[in-house]
Nanobody, 112 residues
Framework: QVQLMESGGGLVPPGGSLTLSCTAS????????MAWYRQTPGEQREVVAS???????WVADSVKGRFTISRDNTNNILTLQMNSLKSEDTGVYYC??????WGRGTQVTVSS
């Protein structure tokens, strides 16, 4: 059973930065894709960014140029660097492994 644990969320003013981390309980090297999702109340969970085992990255248009996803197969960590945060980035951010396993999420609130 794979366990994922997110950390790094918090309250930040507009224009600020946060770095989210997702630590896996097992090696992530064999898995093809990892991703960050976010969810706001009343909305469906949406994918924000993903990275494959080959290093190919994708980010949603809404965060392009502001968010960077990275993957550390040695330490089994998925990271989301978030810069120039906006109020609409507020939500619970979830780590996903291979479209199968989920973390419990970490809250990000962008507000002055």
């Amino acid at each position: 059973q794979v366990q994922l644990m997110e950390s790094g969320g918090g309250l930040v003013p507009p224009g600020g930065s946060l770095t989210l981390s997702c630590t896996a309980s097992t090696s992530i090297k064999p898995f093809y894709i990892m991703a960050w999702y976010r969810q706001t109340p009343g909305e469906q969970r949406e994918v924000v960014a993903s990275v494959t085992s080959y290093g190919s990255k994708w980010v949603a248009d809404s965060v392009k140029g502001r968010f960077t996803i990275s993957r550390d197969n040695t330490n089994n960590i998925l990271t989301l660097q978030m810069n120039s945060l906006k109020s609409e980035d507020t939500g619970v951010y979830y780590c996903n492994l291979e479209n199968n396993w989920w973390g419990r999420g970490t809250q990000v609130t962008v507000s002055s």
